[in-house]
């Protein structure tokens, strides 16, 4: 399809932002709003199929149009030639298999496949689907056949998919989707490797070129997750409220782009992923962290500690059951007193494998930390951070601040990665999980091919 130029600078540009059936739809909100807080007059063509994950009145008040998958509403308006004559970007996100079959083969059974037979503009699709279905036969001939006619067709992410399984397939961030939308616009084609099999996805770690996404190939990647629980009793413990989320997320992330993953899970709210590059081992303590940890660190080349580590342990604990009240006499009145619980300071186990590495007298693994941070009267989250990472003196500290209903159990993030070496702090988010950690893995690939 031909580039199409807008010759107005007087209005708009007009978007046509065509909604695919996958649970990726509600992504589109968010491009939705990026389009129009830039000023663009949006139009959104959803599939029948689209409106089961996200309904017709919400793409219609974040668009301020009404919304519509069928061909014979608005009918005296020719709206499914209208629209693709008039418009200046078509994009689709979610694009699902299906339409990127229907596209590739000039179908038209709904609003949005004759918006795409009759655009005249630049058409931008972002597919989303399973593993299998972006790497089937299929679908890289429907996807070369797109791309010989000039459609633009965006590489979907690697990482965590619908199910548990994990791989390329992943609709792209809402960002991402409309930064390569406006370097169309200017010219400018996507960057795009196209479906591809295992084979075709092996990549080595000083390879520049990460658009395949195994940047981690060969590496040994060891991954902290959850809360540890310091024991009181048998049946009590210390902890805290970490759901160990992030931290299977990176060891989810890491996995998919090819690296041999080592998770260390402590008390996690999901459970651990059956991944067949991730071997997961549990623990419960901080000690019991810090044996594991000290076995691991001679052949990992990246160790990210995302686990919430306690502070601090009791100094003694109960060989049995501590009662609420202890009744001794029965002439007396019971003791209604609590119990005195010393405790005493748990080893830094992030600093500690920082000296172990500088006594090795090597520069591996990469270490990575985590504050999560409350901040206080005096601090900002980011003050706190930033002295956490001058007295830890890891390669990397990712800060998230955190709370009740703060990061903790949710499915969204919002994290500041500093260096130590004093390079610029990259922030992302608020998003999710999955994008926050393929976002650390990207600055920590790039700080291993230097």
Same mark, same amino acid.
Request: glycine content about 8%; hydrophobic content about 40%.
């Given at each position: ?14 978007v ?12 589109a909100?968010s ?11 949006? =139009? ?29 509403d ?7 030639? /209208? ?12 694009c ?13 059974d709904d ?14 699709l ?5 593993t ?10 429907n ?16 990482g ?30 996507v ?17 520049t070129?990460?658009?395949?996404h195994?940047?981690?190939q ?14 009181l ?8 409220? @970490? @759901? ?9 992330a890491?996995?998919?782009r090819g690296a ?21 081992r ?17 052949d990992?080349?990246v ?21 609420? =009240? ?41 270490i ?19 002295d956490?990472?001058r ?5 990397l ?9 703060? =990061?903790?159990?949710?499915?969204d993030?919002t ?10 702090p ?10 926050v950690s393929?976002? /650390?893995?990207?600055v920590i ?6």
């Open positions: 399809m031909a580039v199409h130029e807008d010759s107005s600078s007087a209005r708009p540009r007009r046509v932002l065509g909604v695919g059936g996958g649970i990726a739809a509600y992504k909100a491009l939705l709003r990026r389009f129009t807080e830039a000023g663009d007059d949006v =139009t959104v063509v959803p599939t029948e199929a689209a409106l089961r994950f996200v309904g017709e009145p919400t793409w219609s008040a974040l668009s301020g149009k009404p919304v519509t998958p069928e061909v014979f608005d009918v005296e308006q020719v709206r499914h030639v /209208l629209l693709g004559q008039q418009a200046d970007l078509v994009v689709v996100a979610p699902t298999a299906n339409l990127l079959a229907k596209a590739a083969h000039g179908l038209a609003l949005l496949t004759n918006v795409l037979l009759t655009a005249r503009c630049p058409v931008v972002a597919p989303a689907m399973h299998e279905m972006w790497q089937h036969p299929a679908t890289v001939a996807v070369a056949t797109l791309r010989a006619r000039g459609v633009h067709v965006i590489d979907p992410a690697s965590r998919l619908t199910g548990r399984d994990t791989g390329p397939g992943r609709l792209p961030e809402p960002e991402a989707i409309h930064e390569a939308c406006l370097r169309v616009l200017e010219g400018s084609p960057e795009a490797a196209g479906p591809a099999d295992d084979a075709d996805l092996a990549g080595t770690a000083d390879d070129d990460a658009a395949d195994q940047d981690l060969g590496l040994r990647v060891v991954v902290t997750a959850g809360g540890t629980r310091e024991a009793d048998p049946v009590r413990f210390l902890g805290n409220r @970490s @759901s160990g989320k992030q931290g299977i997320a990176i060891a989810e890491a996995a998919a041999e993953v080592v998770l260390v899970a402590g008390a996690i709210d999901i459970p651990p992923p059956d991944h067949p590059r991730i071997d997961t549990r623990i419960e303590s901080a000690l019991e962290l810090q044996d594991e940890m000290a076995g691991l660190l001679t990992a080349d160790v990210v500690m995302a686990a919430a580590v306690a502070d601090f342990r009791p100094r003694e604990v109960a060989t049995s059951k501590i009662k609420k =009240t202890h009744q001794q006499d029965p002439a007396h009145a019971p003791d209604e007193s609590a119990p005195v619980i010393e405790l005493v300071r748990n080893p830094d186990i992030l600093a500690g494998l920082v000296r172990d590495r500088a006594r090795s007298g090597v520069d591996r693994p990469y990575v930390g985590f504050a999560a941070e409350t901040g206080d009267a005096e601090h900002t989250v980011l003050e706190l951070g930033q956490k990472l007295r830890k003196g890891c390669d500290l990712v800060v998230n601040q955190v709370g009740v209903g703060v =990061t903790f159990g949710q499915d993030n994290v500041t990665i500093l260096r130590r070496d004093g390079g610029e990259v922030t992302t988010g608020p998003t999710t999980k999955a994008h393929h976002t /650390l893995l990207d690939a790039t700080d291993l091919r230097r």
